[in-house]
């Protein structure tokens, strides 16, 4: 069998840890496959794609900033990814290119096999408004949580939250304005708080959130996310020292990637050996 490839797509993308979990996945099962890095600014973007529909190309993963620009060089695009207006994964369907997005997805998938927790009618807080917090915000949306959006620009959040509220009417969902945010963790009850800002990507100096303390005792269920996976930030180390469940966004990362690789060669992807691939 002739080699086949995957890529990733980026700019910049030398930070990605992408490479190391999917070639892990590949080499554990046997499937001579590599995932190859490709820088590619944004005015090269709809040419890098076309090179994904030759056949020894199975796909490829999209990171910032190209989730949202690629979308008009797909021949398809699954609902949900429409909805989202993201892609994160193509696959190569004999030449054609479809896009989906796994991203959210991911994130619910690592929720639930750290915490055993469904999203289905929990109350959730969402703290932030770009990529990371749509595929997540409309994820949750699905699985019928619902959810109470923060976001410093209060446009970008009420925005993202009309949007929710238009493919999913029946749901609730509900803007907190960004002053509010932590008054709204009592007030609203919430069950699971997720930080899907950018804050604390790099040593942060304050917390996206503060974390009503001391606890009552029914503030002792919340579980605390952050998206940030290459380190422990501020916001996790606080819940920690509450003793409240935390979960980093390590998870989301390799379980969007088993997501990928699933769709790229029709094969459960070895989670543990991916995981055990970036520790
Ligand atoms: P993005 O599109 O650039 O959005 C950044 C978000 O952070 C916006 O909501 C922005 O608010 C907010 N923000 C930035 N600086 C802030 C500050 N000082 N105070 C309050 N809010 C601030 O980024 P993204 O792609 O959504 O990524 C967000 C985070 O998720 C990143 O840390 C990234 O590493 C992580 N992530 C993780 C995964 C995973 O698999 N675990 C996947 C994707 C992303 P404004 O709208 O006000 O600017």
Request: net charge positive; charged share 25%.
């Amino acid at each position: 069998m002739t080699k086949a490839f995957v890529g990733i797509f980026g700019y910049p993308v030398g930070h990605t840890l992408s490479p190391l979990f999917q070639n892990a996945a590949f080499k554990a099962l046997g499937i001579n496959a590599e995932y190859v890095v490709f820088e590619v600014a944004p005015k090269d973007l709809e040419d890098a794609v076309q090179v994904i529909r030759s056949p020894e190309f199975l796909g490829a993963n999209l990171t910032i900033p190209h989730k949202e620009k690629v979308i008009p060089f797909l021949d398809e695009v699954t609902s949900m990814a429409k909805k989202c207006g993201s892609v994160n994964t193509i696959v190569n369907c004999g030449g054609k290119l479809r896009g989906e997005t796994t991203d959210g997805p991911g994130f619910i998938r690592s929720l639930k096999e750290e915490t055993g927790m469904s999203p289905k009618g929990k109350r959730i807080l969402l703290a932030g408004a770009g990529g990371a917090a749509r595929a997540v915000a409309f994820a949750l949306a699905e699985a019928k949580a619902d959810v109470y959006l923060t976001n410093r620009t209060a446009e970008k959040g009420e925005k993202l939250v009309s949007d929710l509220k238009n493919f999913y009417p029946q749901n609730t969902v509900t803007y907190i304005p960004f002053s509010e945010r932590a008054d709204a963790l009592r007030r609203e009850k919430i069950d699971i708080l997720i930080n899907a800002t950018s804050v604390g990507i790099e040593k942060e100096k304050n917390l996206p959130l503060t974390i009503p303390s001391p606890l009552r005792g029914e503030d002792n269920r919340l579980i605390v996310c952050d998206l940030i996976y290459n380190r422990k930030t501020l916001l996790l180390q606080s819940a920690q020292r509450l003793g409240l469940k935390t979960i980093d966004g390590l998870g989301m990362l390799i379980h969007q990637g088993a997501l990928s690789f699933q769709l790229w060669t029709g094969k459960t992807a070895p989670i543990k050996k991916m995981f055990a691939a970036v520790k």
